[in-house]
């Protein structure tokens, strides 16, 4: 498969509400401005972070080369005071912080890893303050007379700034291009501290009751299918179907199609490569001394998969006209799956799409396998 998605190694949200407060175990991360009972604005902000020897791996080992993109996805669990278009900023990290043990609201607080006032356990490691350089670069944080100086530590140049803005209406999950900041990771450009992402200047501390937009997303600590994900995307496109050889490809929409090389069940460490069988369902007649059904047949290139989680009916990896095109070799047509970008213990399912003589046909015919943990 030309997807391949990491999961966080370290989540937590920050609360200028709770500036010693840690949430690192928390199922939620939140993006708000809110104003509390005395008028005054209270903001969140969240810390997200991927290993830097996975990404590594994956860019040096697995995409080898070939042209990718990566992409942060978060998912939206719930959104509220979204009456204007929202801004919100990916910023890069500049301070090391580790992740703590705490949830939201926890009766006493926890208070041993990152928070509001500090990238550690309360007490040590304060974020740097604003104006701070790291590696050359200048850094901000956040201080005011509504809050405690903090909110984590970042970049302020615009290489590693991604932005992405929202209406009343549109869809609140972030499907962010990262490329530029992870390459600075992989490349020790910059130290891997993770994203911070945070409202727009003009949102965070605003007094208007008119302001208070709220984003909450699942973290890595969900117990849902929606974690956080650093999803890398490459093209491994590879065909034989050329000169005479497109003789072979399948030229009717009534098809009849199967999935080989599918024992059912995979570890998350696997890698398949799954073959599709097709043939006509009511071939040409031929006069061959061989069965008609013993030929090889293709379809055509413009030809895609996709994999949907069974018990949601939600796509996992969508149809992708450049990073799911189906390949094929002298033994038929394939695509390769990393099961470790599929949540373990879950079932999914195969879907197939084809553009065959202008019109689109889409096989879901219960093609099924199952991650399970090792």
Same mark, same amino acid.
């Given at each position: 498969m030309a997807i391949y998605k990491l999961f966080p190694s370290q989540d937590a949200t920050l609360y200028t509400s709770y500036p010693t407060m840690n949430t690192g175990l928390? =199922?939620?991360?939140?993006?708000? !401005? %809110?104003?509390?009972?005395?008028?005054?604005?209270?903001?969140?902000r969240y810390l997200i972070q991927f290993d830097n020897t996975e990404i590594i791996d994956v860019i040096s080992n697995k995409i080898s080369g070939s042209s990718y993109d990566i992409y942060l996805k978060n998912f939206i669990a719930e959104a509220q005071g979204i009456n204007q278009n929202t801004t919100l900023e990916l910023r890069t990290v500049a301070q090391s912080w580790n !992740?703590? /043990?705490?949830?939201?609201?926890?009766?006493p607080i926890v208070e041993d890893g990152s928070s509001w006032a500090y990238a550690s356990y309360s007490g040590s490691n304060p974020w740097l303050p604003s104006g701070s350089t790291v590696g050359g670069?200048? /850094?901000?944080?956040?201080?005011? =007379?509504y809050s405690t100086q903090g909110g984590g530590n970042f970049f302020t140049s615009s290489?590693?700034?991604? /932005? =992405?803005?929202f209406g009343l209406r549109s869809t609140k999950d972030i499907e962010l291009n990262v490329k530029t900041i992870v390459n600075a990771w992989s490349s020790s450009a910059i130290i891997n501290n993770g994203f911070l992402v945070k409202l727009s200047g003009s949102y965070e501390f605003n007094l208007s009751e008119y302001v208070q937009p709220t984003f909450k997303y699942y973290s890595v600590d969900t117990n849902t299918i929606y974690p956080p994900t650093?999803?890398?995307?490459?093209r491994d496109y590879t065909t034989v179907l050329t000169g005479s050889a497109t003789a072979s490809l399948v030229n009717t929409v009534d098809l009849k199609m199967s999935l080989a090389e599918n024992p059912g069940e995979f570890f998350p460490?696997?890698? !398949? %490569?799954?073959y599709i069988n097709v043939s006509p369902l009511y071939p040409t007649r031929t006069y061959q001394t061989a069965s008609l059904f013993t030929n090889?047949?293709?379809?055509? /290139?413009s030809s895609y998969y996709a994999i949907k989680d069974l018990a949601t009916n939600e796509f996992v990896v969508n149809f992708d006209t450049l990073y799911t095109q189906i390949s094929s070799d002298t033994n038929g047509n394939y695509f390769t799956v990393y099961m470790s970008g599929l949540e373990p213990e879950r079932y999914y399912k195969v879907l197939i799409k084809t553009i065959i003589g202008g019109s689109t046909i889409i096989f879901d015919d219960n093609y099924y396998f199952k991650v399970i943990n090792g």
């Open positions: 928390d =199922a939620i991360l939140e993006v708000s !401005n %809110k104003i509390d009972l005395d008028g005054l604005p209270t903001v969140a !992740n703590g /043990t705490g949830y939201a609201l926890d009766n670069y200048y /850094t901000s944080s956040f201080s005011s =007379a290489n590693y700034l991604v /932005t =992405a803005s650093l999803e890398f995307r490459w460490e696997s890698v !398949n %490569k799954f090889l047949n293709y379809l055509p /290139t």
